[in-house]
């Protein structure tokens, strides 16, 4: 791991210290885990657009304080249990499950702690949204309730399957009574969320699916992850698409982006009771008319998914029905490797710190 222990109590963490202020890498003390927590020496921690939205937004627009290190995409090996944990042992590799509930309400006692009913209580969304996340050499996790065992998956490489995989297999998941054989499911943006949910659409479906994006590059491993059409975005898409379904539109959209043009977009080739379902942040919107949607046509946001969810994820991996494209890089080059991110220049998942 980049660094290295430089006296067993001290280690280097990519923070947010201030809002619209760039992060900094900085040292801090190693945590020491109470009772019921977990240290996680960390193997990998993604990168992710929503951590550009972070950086970037002002101080209101979430209920969580600076400063805290980010990276919510998690996985490594225990490094230290705290008294009264059980089930696991020092060295396992596990995935860091990133949302973190209440652990007691109605939802996350269904594993659904992505909509805790205490959530607006807690305020701090999990370990690299508003507490401590993995860009750091450890990290601190407050229950063992919230680590999924790898098995034979490398935390170098897993990390990201829990956000970047989690969140498109949970919209998938949940319109899978749509994706029956002659079905159509679009995927509109192929960064790292797109590319996993054209497989996860693969895996899980009958529905033939089409990738839609502005770089062909994007488009070609969309191709190669299992797309059966792909489509450059522009003036000319609503029509290709809706030449492509004979004209019935797709049963399911998911919108990586979430701009106003991708939404504008994907409400033009829904299907009649279609699903649209938005995972991007950029802040778009779409208008509503009485006449302006497809009859039955649902419009659904979704955050992450269930800790059982994640469990299948991991599942598909295992299986090998999931392809983890991962560049490595070490926590010195993180800030250059965001600048990536930001510009579009990198093809695949995140870029794993190890």
């Known amino acids: 791991m980049a660094g290295g222990l430089r006296d067993n109590r001290s280690m280097l963490a990519y923070r947010l210290t201030e809002w619209q202020e760039p992060p900094e890498l900085v040292e801090v003390p190693v945590p020491e885990p109470g009772p019921g927590e977990v240290l996680i020496k960390v193997g990998g921690a993604g990168l992710c657009h929503s951590d550009l939205h972070l950086m970037e937004w002002p101080a209101d627009a979430l209920p969580i304080d600076p400063p805290f290190t980010l990276g919510h995409e998690n996985a490594g090996w225990i490094e230290k249990l705290g008294d009264g944990v059980t ?3 020092p060295g396992q590799p596990v995935s860091v499950y990133g949302p973190w509930g209440c652990g007691r309400c109605r939802a996350c006692r269904l594993s659904r702690e992505d909509y805790c009913e205490k959530q607006a209580e807690i305020g701090d969304f999990g370990g690299g949204i508003g507490l401590d996340g993995g860009m750091a050499e450890y990290m601190l996790v407050p229950s063992s309730r919230l680590l999924i065992p790898l ?5 170098r490489d897993a990390a990201p399957l829990s956000d970047a995989a989690l969140t498109p297999y949970h919209a998938v998941k949940r319109s899978l009574h749509r994706l029956v054989p002659g079905s159509t499911a679009v995927v509109i943006g192929i960064g790292g969320l797109g590319q996993m949910a054209v ?3 693969g895996a899980l ?3 033939r699916t089409v990738a839609v994006d502005t770089a062909a590059d994007k488009l070609e491993a969309a191709e190669a992850l299992g797309a059966e059409h792909t489509m450059l975005a522009d003036e000319a898409s609503v029509e290709a698409l809706r030449e492509l379904t004979g004209g019935s539109g797709a049963e399911l959209v998911l919108d990586v982006v979430g701009s106003d043009e991708t939404l504008a977009l994907a409400s033009q080739v829904l299907a009649f009771e279609g699903d ?5 942040l950029a802040g778009g919107t779409i ?3 009485a006449m302006s949607l497809p009859w039955g046509a649902r419009i659904a946001t979704t955050y992450w998914g269930t800790a059982v969810e994640l469990m299948e994820v991991l599942d ?3 299986a090998g029905r999931l392809e983890i494209r991962t560049e490595r890089v ?5 800030a250059d490797a965001y600048d990536r991110l930001r510009r579009g220049e990198i093809d695949g998942l995140s870029l794993i710190h190890i």
């Open 199 to 201: 497989q996860i659409i």
């Open 87 to 89: 089930g696991f042992e």
């Open 205 to 207: 479906s009958a529905a």
């Open 151 to 155: 098995g034979e998956l490398d935390p």
């Open 287 to 289: 208008e509503y008319g």
């Open 276 to 280: 649209l379902t938005v995972l991007g």
């Open 330 to 334: 070490g926590l010195d080059g993180v």
């Open 316 to 318: 598909l991996a295992r």
